[in-house]
């Protein structure tokens, strides 16, 4: 029987440490590990991500239905859910979690599919922690609306959401503490 690289322990633990680095240094491009490069890349990190413990939702169905016993999280309406798979070129048309005072960790980790992370309409220039000054990130196939919207979620700290955009073969990190601008 052969298993897909998604769901290989070892290319997991590689995709998780491809993900440390994406949220440690936000704007670095992190190249996703060969075997894992492909239209299933946001598949990839679910893999690597979920378990039976969390819950989830594709906003925009970007899962078949065969894809869920595999990922073992429990489905979720966006507003409940630990983990959300959108698609970046619609707009967002939800309230994640947010996460408490007492328990920001609480809140949704956003992992947002995008054409490109290499080029595109979208110019953004990073700052804060894990950016030594500022960096530039230019994104293809991201809906404007993301970047008003995940700035109203975000600016009560230590309240907000993490997010992670993703193409076919790399990923950026922007947790919350990170201020974007677009340029």
Known sequence: MKIDAIWQPDKQQQMFRVLLEAMSRPGSIQSLPAALQSSMADKALLATLLDGEVSMCDRHALLTTSDWPLLQARQADAEQADYILCDGAQAPDFEPRLGTLSCPDESATLIIKVRSLYGGDMGLKLEGPGIEAST????????????????????????????????????????????????
Do not use: N
């Not at 196939?141 to 993703?166: A, E, Y």
């Open 136 to 183: 530039r990130v230019v994104i293809d196939g991201l809906h404007p609306d993301w970047l008003k919207t995940r700035q109203d979620w975000v600016c009560s700290f230590p309240l907000g959401v993490d997010c992670l955009f993703v193409d076919e073969s790399h990923v950026i990190g922007l947790p919350r503490t990170t201020i974007v601008e677009v340029c």
